[in-house]
């Protein structure tokens, strides 16, 4: 045991040993390091001394930097503002540029096309030129030949001049030729329609209304032949439809002057009467009427319908424009016509004024007056001098606007009054020294039919007896004067006829099946009219 120990101890004390050198080494080496490190901590010394310095000298260059790139940075964003004011300048430049581009290249295109179109009419203007350049040629041969005949021309001139003389001679010699046909003219005229007789009649049959054709009872028209060329004749037959087809009962002929058929216009009428028109110009006493029932047709023939067209308009505003047409050329014949018109209502035997001011006024009376020189005339009645066509137009008015209108069972505008238009003419002519007066009457009669028809009663049965009393009246005077009867009772009704008037009758009647009993009595008056010869008509004798 003790030997191990020995060996254990001198084990430990190789290990101290070999410990303590270690130990000494490392005290070399720790002694070695601390030199090193003192070494190394002057060289630290040193680096950080250097350090400090690169620092100082790094910091100061870093200023100096930042100073720099902040005066780089001002002169930069200076430079930027500049670049972006050159930049938007040059923009603005650049699209104004554009803009002028544009509009030159527009302009090069249209200076192009006029350059193409100035081409083509330079080329069509050499063409003409040359045309042109021909013509001229021509018609410097053609001025040569005229001046020749302007030479000849002004010779001829002259001798026409002399020829234009002799004419202007040969002319006055003719005009007072013509003035002297005027006269012989109006002295034939009225040799002819004093040989047509007095009392004209015209049958006028009017055509059945729209209302009328729709409604199947009143459709039933009468039947109606025109048997002759001339236009004469009528024949009113009472006809009945059966089933074996239409058979005739009884036919009823006449003949007048003229009928008129449903299809004759106002224009065919008044052609028929402008000549009787004509002869109130030359010194006449004219007097047309229009007689028949209510309803057929008077007041349209007289005056034409409520809202007439220049077709349409009746025979007063037509025989008056004619005769102021006609006095207006014979002032060229040295005839001068004051024309003067008066318009009446005969409504219950009073006359009413229909060109009064405030309308009608049914209180004022008027009185017919015979004078002694065969003029008759109406009391306190106005008188318009008619001057102008328009002066015409609105009298015509005005007395349509006071017309009285009533309506009774037969015609919704059933005229219940006389209307009697006057227009008196005189003329004097400073050339021959003639002179003359006359009278044109223009009548729309109220309506003829029976108290039975009329289905009338209380006042309206007091004005158609009012009508049938004045229109009865109008036949004695008819029959008095046919049959020379010494008492010609003019004063029995206020719408008497003169004996030296040229009268022209109208006998209107209705087409339809329901009014033919009254018809036929038209008809039978009519004929008994038609068959007076009342003696000549004279011309107003006046002193020029
Ligand atoms: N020739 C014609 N052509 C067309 N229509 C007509 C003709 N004649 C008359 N008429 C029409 O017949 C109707 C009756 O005519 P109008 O009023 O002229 O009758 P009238 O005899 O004057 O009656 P009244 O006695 O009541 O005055 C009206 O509607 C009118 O327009």
Sequence with gaps: MLQSSATNMNDLTSKLESSQ???????????????????????NKDILQKMRHVEQDLQMTARQCEDEIRLLKTQHSMEMEQLRMTQARLKQETEMLETKLRATNTQLELQMQENTSLRSTISTQSSNCLALESD??????KIERTENTVTQCESSIQSLKQQLSESQLACQDLEQRIRNEETIRRRLHNTIQELKGNIRVFCRVRPATTAENASRAETMTALIKYP??????????????????????????FTFDKVFQTTSTQDDVFEEISQLVQSALDGYNVCIFAYGQTGSGKTYTMEGPLSATPETTGMIPRSVLQIYENAKA??????????????????????????????LDTNKKHEIRHGPNGKTTITDITTAVLTSPEKVAAILKKAAHNRSVGSTQMNERSSRSHCVFTLRLSGKNSITEEASEGVLNLIDLAGSERLSQSGATGDRLKETQAIN?????????????????????????????????????????????????????????ATKVNSCTIGTATKRAVKS
Aim: aromatic share 8%; charged share 25%.
């Design 21 to 43: 050198n270690k130990i000494a080494e490392l005290e070399t080496f720790r002694q070695s390091l601390v030199s090193e490190v003192a070494v190394k901590e002057s060289e």
């Design 469 to 525: 009393k004045s229109l009865s009246c109008l036949g004695d005077v008819i029959y008095a004067i046919s049959n020379k009867d010494p008492h010609i009772p003019y004063r029995n009704s206020k719408n008497s006829l003169g004996g030296n008037s040229k009268t022209l009758m109208f006998v209107n009647i209705s087409p339809l099946m329901s009014n033919f009993n009254e018809t036929l009595c038209s008809l039978r008056f």
């Design 228 to 253: 002759d060329q001339e236009g004469r004749d009528i024949e009113f037959a009472h006809a009945k439809e059966s089933a074996t087809g239409i058979q005739i009962e009884k036919s009823y002929p």
């Design 330 to 359: 014979l002032e060229s014949k040295g005839w001068v016509y004051t024309m003067e018109g008066q318009y009446v209502e005969i409504y219950n035997e009073t006359i009413n004024d229909l060109l009064g001011n405030d309308g």
């Design 136 to 141: 001229n040629r021509a018609l410097k041969m």
